[in-house]
């Protein structure tokens, strides 16, 4: 079982569609890696993405000792990232965006499952109340995910290239589309991006963001782009 602030897994999950595969055939990284309980992890081979959760308050927080790994399926990060978490209601119940927490349960037998709940904090207990009709189960799969965490850690330790390098429009859209999952406008996060020698780039979204992201191959500037 792990535990997030309701907040942070929405804008995680938002932020992290765009680097998820949609090709059934490769169906481990249709899913986000959740490692070591606070790490989240998404891939498409062109693009990867991780982002770093806190771990809920207290009295919530004694949940957050548990570091099992679970895979999440797009299903299941595409129901968070739905959530409008300034306008939620589940049942007779009406959540604001402080004090409520999402639970993720991933299932210990066959057939494998996580199930997602959402719990909020009420002015009349200390204890945590599950929001009414707030409980999904979603089929997911077992398998090793790819070592996004080694790879970023590699790329960022690689030298800088000057060379010039070339990226399809969709991948920088990538970017963009995570960066708004964290706000717009002013409240909008910076985004710095680095050269990884000359076999991709890193970006740093905010405080809580990597994405490393492959150029195009066999490419060469334009003769002005030198000039």
Known sequence: MTVYLLTEAVQAAKALLPHMSKVEVLNLITHV???DGYMWEATDRY???AVTLTPAPAPFNEATEDTTDL???RAAVEYLAKLNVKTLRFGKNVVWSEGYR???TASTVEPMSV???LFVQTGESPEDVP?????RTFDTIEGN???IHKLLTDAKKRSNSDAPMCYAPDKLERLSASAKAFG???NAPQIWLKPSGDKAMVAQIGANMEVLIMPVRGTEPPEYFNN
């Open 184 to 186: 717009t406008g002013r």
């Open 102 to 104: 999402v639970e993720l």
């Open 145 to 147: 995910y790819p070592p």
């Open 33 to 35: 890696h959740v490692r």
């Open 131 to 135: 929001l009414e009709d707030s409980s």
């Open 115 to 117: 199930t997602v709940r």
């Open 71 to 73: 895979l999440l399926p």
């Open 47 to 49: 693009s990867l993405g």
